[in-house]
């Protein structure tokens, strides 16, 4: 049991078959949302982590919304 809690942001593109500029859409929009904003971690100018869980949460979220649209 050796999985990644935390990724970077090209780590978490790779895992997900997202592109950059959509993740970084969906991390603005998980720090601005209270329920996601724990997820995402800006360790340094550079270096952004993002939990793994919470981004796949986030993803099915963003579905559920888009159903009731």
């Not at 603005?28 to 996601?36: A, D, I, L, Q, V």
């Amino acid at each position: 049991m050796n999985e990644k809690k935390y990724g970077t942001k090209q780590e978490i593109a790779e895992m997900f078959g997202v592109k950059k500029g959509t993740l970084d859409n969906d991390l603005t929009k998980m720090r601005r949302n209270p329920k996601f904003s724990e997820y995402v971690i800006r360790k340094s100018y550079k270096v952004t982590l993002v939990s793994v869980v919470g981004y796949e949460e986030f993803i099915k979220y963003c579905g559920r919304l888009q159903e009731i649209v």
